[in-house]
């Protein structure tokens, strides 16, 4: 089952804080973030381990909540370049699944 | 690191024929994704393979998609007859060997645009 984000949309002014929220029915074992320019493929941003293990990206940082099945990216003192369309892919707590489920994604729009 | 490759980037083609997607994964990794993406069901995953062997195909509309991984660097999505509803990007994806522990990023090829007329 697809993960839930949320807002669809957010338009912000550079220098500005944005949140984006994925929520979802199952228990997880990890969340991934990619963002995706458009007319370009997706690219991976974080990983989130269950336990609190965190990869990913310098300026972006992110939260996973284990019992609420939640994850929240923040973005801070936004930049042009963090426009795009960000996604978040559940894993669930499963030892034989390997495959992401993306939400339908939060279109971030940064103006100058 | 040449990234994950596809090709055709573009492929227009009428109602009926066939289309085949081509994909050569980073070297080294062992998982092959193909995903889908449209404006209204968003980024949907069809097939994975795992060391060459479908894993879980699921996610594949129907018997007119099949996909086919000889070896570690080559894999096909096949659609046969293709249908104006099958217009989409279609991105292969590929990440590393995964342990038990951790799962590991996923690099998307640059996509082939598929529109049937």
């Known amino acids: 089952q697809q993960p839930v984000q949320s807002p669809q949309a957010v338009i912000l002014r550079e220098g500005e804080d944005a949140v984006i929220n994925c929520s979802s029915s199952?228990?997880?074992?990890?969340v991934h973030w990619y963002r995706q320019k458009h007319g370009e493929a997706p690219v991976f941003l974080m990983i989130?381990?269950?336990?609190?293990e965190q990869k990913g990206h310098e300026k972006i940082s992110a939260s996973f909540n284990e019992k609420k099945q939640q994850s929240s990216l923040y973005l801070t003192a936004s930049q042009l370049s963090y426009s795009g369309t960000y996604f978040c892919?559940?894993?669930?707590?499963?030892?034989?699944?390997?495959?992401?489920?993306f939400g339908s994604g939060t279109q971030l729009t940064v103006l100058p | 690191d040449a990234g994950v490759i596809q090709s055709p980037r573009h492929e227009v083609t009428e109602m009926g024929q066939e289309v085949t997607l081509r994909c050569k994964p980073i070297s080294g990794h062992n998982s092959l994704f193909w995903y889908r993406q449209t404006m209204m069901r968003g980024l949907e995953l069809l097939i994975y393979f795992n060391n060459n062997v479908p894993i879980d195909d699921s996610g594949m509309p129907e018997d007119r998609f099949s996909a086919k991984m000889p070896n570690a660097s080559f894999s096909t999505l096949k659609i046969q007859p293709s249908e104006p509803r099958d217009s989409a990007v279609y991105f292969c994806?590929?990440?590393?060997?995964?342990?038990?522990?951790?799962?590991?990023?996923?690099?998307f090829g640059p996509g082939t645009r598929l529109t049937v007329l």
């Open positions: 199952k228990a997880l074992y990890s």
């Open positions: 989130l381990l269950k336990g609190g």
């Open positions: 892919g559940t894993v669930v707590s499963s030892g034989s699944a390997r495959q992401l489920t």
């Open positions: 994806a590929s990440s590393r060997p995964i342990d038990s522990a951790t799962y590991n990023e996923q690099f």
